[in-house]
């Protein structure tokens, strides 16, 4: 083993299962645990002992959910460490997944300048679907454009056909299936 930074004493700093998952050098690392149990904590003296193992830091990825939460996360592994911390990527998941849509863009065939709706503007785009085909005007129990996206985003996410999601998880809107699939297939 490296000899370590003497700036940080892993063992006096974390608990037993905190420390096992900083010193756990092999490989990437999946930290999941409840709330107030230290995920942070861990998670950034890991950063700091991979740099003080001698890791490159643009070799870490660390990721979170929140951009505040990278944010602090990088911060409080920087004052750890040193400057070097400035180099480890970090972000949210969906900034990383994002940038690398992006950079791989033209390999999925789409141009570098594609638009991604969240569950607002695909609720919007929906209803104006709805709306453009007066369905819910001599529809009484149509399903409301949040159930309209609930259930297309469910069958893309699970690999479903829109037919058969609904017979299992929306019988109540069955005979609105024909509407519901062109829908569907004007938001594809």
Excluded: W
């Excluded at 904590?41 to 660390?62: H, M, N, Q, S």
């Excluded at 570098?112 to 785009?125: A, P, V, Y």
């Excluded at 297309?152 to 037919?163: D, I, Q, R, Y």
Aim: proline content about 3%; glycine content about 6%.
């Amino acid at each position: 083993e490296r000899i370590l930074s003497k700036l940080i004493d892993y063992q006096e700093a974390l608990n037993p299962s905190q420390y096992e998952a900083v010193t756990s050098l092999n490989g990437p690392l999946l930290v999941i645990a409840g709330a107030g149990s230290g995920k942070t904590r861990t998670l950034v003296y890991r950063v700091a002992r991979l740099i003080d193992y001698g890791v490159a830091p643009e070799g870490i990825l660390l990721l979170t959910f929140t951009r505040k939460a990278a944010g602090e996360m990088l911060e409080r592994a920087e004052s750890l460490t040193d400057d070097r911390c400035r180099h480890v990527s970090g972000g949210t998941f969906h900034s990383l997944a994002h940038q690398v849509l992006r950079n791989k863009a033209g390999l999925l065939g789409f141009e570098r300048t594609f638009t991604i709706l969240d569950r607002q503007d695909m609720e919007e785009i929906v209803q104006s679907i709805v709306q453009d085909s007066d369905i819910e005007k001599k529809a009484i129990r149509f399903p409301k454009r949040a159930t309209l996206a609930t259930i297309l985003s469910k069958a893309v996410n699970l690999e479903v056909t829109v037919e058969y999601l609904m017979r299992e998880d929306f019988p109540q809107f069955l005979e609105y299936t024909k509407e519901i699939t062109g829908i569907a297939d004007l938001y594809r």
